[in-house]
């Protein structure tokens, strides 16, 4: 007997006659013999529908009320998801974050997991129950309901089979599992059969949402593999692994992120110690940075621009504003309006040319780049946001076609 987790994501509970296609995949593998933990997010976009209601009446309410609201679309899944199953003739208990035994930091709306106490969830399968654990969520020390982050029912699959030490671990969404580029907006990307940890967390970070990126860190840090498959088709999935067995691929993906802004600060004096000032003011507010431009100086001054994502733009700026301005700055420009595309790849370490090849797709489709960041595994363009989906199509087209 195995014990296998398996996830379902919003599309795959959107209504009733999803709810119990789930059941059906729920309870065949339960009745192979197995033991079976399901994780489950909101139903469709309701999560999405709950940020709205929020945002109608407080659009700055505290991070403690939005998660108390956000958590509530998984409540209302696993119950729906339970009861399907008792339709089918089987035995299932569901639990909230709490109840699974989901201890997280108190950093609302983006709480880390620092514990999972499966006490609960263990006694329920020893009683020959399936268990159905609403993702997403935990409880802080404070006793109070907390959110992973948006996408964070991933990462709560990933912990229960860590701290169960779950033979399997599937992730089931509406694609069929990894493929070379989004396939909802490129039609002839292709799924992959595996792929490393590595270039999954640069893929799912790059933008990939396919898997949550904290996710796959949790999957590597505790060796977990990974199955992402559709919970319509049924045919096999992407395995996400330590080491693929294939010939490592030039590159495996294309990623797209849309949620990022540009920081501009311009005419600054050319003198040491500028850039870790204004970069601590940032780091100071939590406020991570991304791809980093700096001008070569001249007449005793230079740029610097740098990346943010999109939704602590505003702030960021805010920060700096009178800041730098004191310290010598002529202007700071903000926009939003741009996107990261990039290619990740564990072959491109051993190639020559892979980020020419890049640039020379962008070229071909007449798109400007405004920044360009490279690591041993990745190369990310910023571009105007307009472009973003020709940009990815014309990458994959030269990659892969
Ligand atoms: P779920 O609700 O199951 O968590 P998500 O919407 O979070 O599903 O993630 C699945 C979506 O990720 C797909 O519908 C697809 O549009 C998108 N996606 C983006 N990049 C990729 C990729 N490289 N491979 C597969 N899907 C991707
Ligand atoms: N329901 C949450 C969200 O929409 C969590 C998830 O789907 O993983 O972000
Ligand atoms: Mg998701």
């Not at 996408?151 to 069929?176: K, N, R, W």
Request: with cysteine.
């Amino acid at each position: 007997m195995s014990l296998i987790v398996q996830k379902f994501g919003g599309t795959s509970v959107r209504d009733a006659e999803r709810v119990m296609n789930v059941a059906k995949i729920v309870t065949d593998t339960y009745a192979k013999g197995n033991d079976v933990v399901v994780v489950v997010s909101a139903q469709g976009d309701f999560t999405d529908v709950l940020v709205a209601k929020q945002e109608e009446i407080n659009p700055n309410a505290s991070r403690r009320e939005k998660d108390m609201l956000l958590a509530a679309g998984e409540q209302i899944s696993i119950a729906l998801l339970a009861m399907a199953i008792e339709k089918l003739g089987y035995h299932a208990v569901s639990l909230l974050g709490w109840q699974a035994g989901f201890e997280t930091s108190s950093a609302h709306t983006s709480a880390r997991i620092k514990r999972v106490d499966p006490s609960r969830i263990k006694a329920a399968l020893d009683k020959r129950n399936i268990v159905i654990v609403a993702g997403f969520q935990g409880l802080s020390r404070f006793g109070d309901i907390t959110t992973l982050g948006r996408g964070g029912s991933d990462t709560s699959a990933v912990a229960i089979a860590a701290a169960m030490h779950a033979d399997l671990c599937q992730i089931y969404t509406d694609v069929e599992g990894v493929f070379t580029a989004d396939p909802r907006k490129v039609p002839n990307a292709t799924k992959l059969k595996e792929i490393s940890y590595d270039e999954m967390l640069e893929l799912a970070t790059l933008g990939a949402q396919v898997l949550n990126n904290r996710s796959v860190e949790m999957a590597k840090k505790y060796n977990i593999e990974l199955e992402v498959l559709s919970s319509l088709t049924r045919a096999p999935g992407t395995i996400v692994k330590e080491k693929t067995r294939m010939e490592k691929m030039l590159i495996s993906g294309v990623a797209k992120d849309t949620e990022v802004a540009r920081i501009s600060v311009m005419g600054v004096p050319n003198n040491p110690g500028l850039a870790f000032k204004m970069f601590s003011k940032l780091s100071k507010k939590g406020i991570n940075i991304d791809i980093i431009l700096q001008s070569i100086g001249h007449d005793g001054k230079k740029d610097i621009s740098f990346t943010v994502a999109k939704e602590r733009g505003q702030e960021a700026v805010d920060a700096l504003k009178d800041y730098m301005l004191d310290l010598g700055a002529k202007e700071i420009l903000y926009d939003d309006n741009v996107a990261k595309i990039s290619i990740v790849g564990a072959g491109m370490e051993s190639h020559a040319g892979v980020a020419t090849k890049m640039f020379e797709a962008l070229y071909d489709a007449q798109i400007n780049i405004q920044m360009i960041s490279t690591s041993e595994i990745k190369v990310s363009v910023l571009i105007d946001a307009k472009y973003a989906d020709k940009a990815v199509a014309a990458i994959h087209e030269k990659f892969f076609d």
